[in-house]
């Protein structure tokens, strides 16, 4: 008997999405309005940081978060970031992690990865970093979380040597959901830029938000989403009269996809959870399975498992082997220092070129029936 294929993605929008989003089509008022302040409530309450802005996607957001840092603060000894400053980062992640980076005029350096987790080798950030390092932007691959305590210890090194603590932005896209030692990510004296894209846990169609350490960045966030426009400033002097004393972008989300966004939200721990649970099936019935490894799974995380990797021999053999059975496999994003646009930084990332060689991700989604999953288990220990 054939069966349907089995998707590495699939969107979810609950059933009871179409009366209110046409509510709000037909209200005349479709661009950030109360739609999306009510959503920044929920998602400020569930995240656990009022510090939380939405934007129209996990890239704008940080740009927006490498653009704020630009302006000094002397009470924290923060220089500011000028041209040519470097940010030390993976290059395996999607292209949407760092050339956001490019656009605010800064350098990118690449550090090598941990094979074990697909995260960033945090002994070669810490080799890594010099006077001209002014933001560590970190990537939680999958949603497994980066040791923060440890970043935090290498940074404070870092500080009495250079004189600064270089900036932490952690790219969130994959980690709705994922707690380091019981916090969830979002809370850790960082920019952390989430998405709520259309494959993510969960998804407004687009957008994404930023939480930040402090008041200070909030009020400006607010701001520079909107062109720098205070939007709550007295109707009389909105848009017209009131005074821009810094500029910003178009990034704010609107009404209809933060409508979207707040159906879904009743739906989000269960569609984490089904993640996770389908990850840790897999850890388990894959272990000592031939041509598998899994990958490493510390007890301070707790990851939200966006996607689930292995690394198997002959990868490409393995790939071919699980599509002819109707399963979608793939390494979901090209290593970013393959692409001549910054063939300037190009290094040597000997893990790197090891791990992208081995890895692949299965299905592990909220869509996958018990029945599924064993198919795929299935399919893997018949080899390839």
Known sequence: MSRDPIPLFKVFVSDDVLKPVNEVLMSGYIGQGPKVNEFEGLLKKHVGNDNLVTVNSATSALHLAAHMLKKPDPETNWPGLEAGDEVLTSALTCTATNWPMLANNLDLKWV?????????????LEAKITEKTKVILLIHWGGYPLD???????????????GFRPFVIEDCAHAYGSRYK??????????ACFSLQAIKHFTSVDGGFITMPNKTLYKRAKLLRWYGIDRESPREEFRCEADVEEWGFKFHMNDVNATIGMHNYPHIDRLVQAFKDNSAWYDKELEGVAGVTNMRRDDWADSASWIHTIKVERRDDFSRHMEAHGIMTSRVHERND??????????????????????VCIPN?????????????????KGW
Do not use: F
């Open 365 to 381: 989604g909220w869509w996958l029936s018990d029945d599924d999953r064993q198919y795929v288990l299935d399919c893997i220990k």
């Open 182 to 191: 019981g916090k969830l990510l979002g809370n850790h004296n960082s920019m």
């Open 338 to 359: 393959k692409h001549s646009c910054v063939s300037q930084y190009k290094t040597t990332l000997p893990k790197l070129d090891e791990l992208v060689n081995e890895m």
């Open 112 to 124: 090598d990865v941990d094979t074990e987790t697909c995260n960033m080798c945090l002994d070669d």
């Open 148 to 162: 923060l305590d440890r970043i935090s210890e290498i940074l404070d090194r870092a500080e009495k040597r250079i």
